[in-house]
């Protein structure tokens, strides 16, 4: 299957969404220097596999190959919980126990290859945005303000809607208005689709 093929077969919406994104990576060295991505809502589960088999097609098309990074939802939430949660609970008994010790380092290493590729390839896509608790929500606003900062382009796939999103991140921490910073981001360097 080619990416014209999946444009042929998509429904109208995405088919206007992919012929959108098609022109994207037609020009995709200029979008990344300028670090343009998109933020697509309502991708849920088929939307989503579509848009990103579509993503993967475009890029392994272009040459010199693209530095990217796809990365599922459920990846991000677990590098999110390693980082955020489990690793700083062990860190008091890394010293006392050897097994505590080699899992610490086995978590402290693949989490710090994921940020890496997080926050220095040229593309980072992320798929099925639904972040569900705060650590999910504090890593994702870290690494989009990383990003932005660097003029790295993003792909985020979130199966909601604006506000359903907006709502997912207040409810993970109503204090943190993460809402504002992340769509203010995404706004500022991306085309958006809903």
């Known amino acids: 299957m080619d990416a014209s093929t999946i444009v042929d077969q998509a429904p109208i919406q995405d088919r206007d969404l992919l012929l959108r994104m098609s022109i994207y990576f037609d020009a995709v060295d200029v979008r990344l220097r300028q670090g343009q991505g998109w933020f697509i809502f309502n991708a849920r589960e088929r939307r989503s596999a579509r848009i990103s088999t579509f993503i993967q097609l475009r890029l392994a098309e272009h040459t010199p190959p693209v530095s990217h990074y796809m990365m599922p939802w459920r990846d991000f939430a677990l590098s999110a919980y390693v980082t955020e949660e489990a690793m700083p609970s062990l860190s008091p008994n890394v010293a006392a126990d050897a097994r505590v010790r080699d899992e610490f ?71 943190a208005c993460y809402w504002d910073r992340i769509f203010q981001r995404m706004y500022d360097t991306s085309l958006v689709a809903l």
Do not use: C, F
């Open 105 to 175: 380092n086995l978590a402290a290493k693949v989490t710090s290859q994921t940020w890496t590729q997080m926050l220095s390839t040229d593309l980072l896509v992320l798929i099925g945005l639904k972040p569900a608790n705060r650590y999910e929500a504090d890593l994702l606003d870290r690494t989009l303000a990383s990003r932005h900062d660097q003029r790295l382009a993003t792909i985020l796939l979130a199966p909601d809607m604006p506000q359903e999103l907006a709502a997912e991140l207040e409810t993970a921490d109503p204090k």
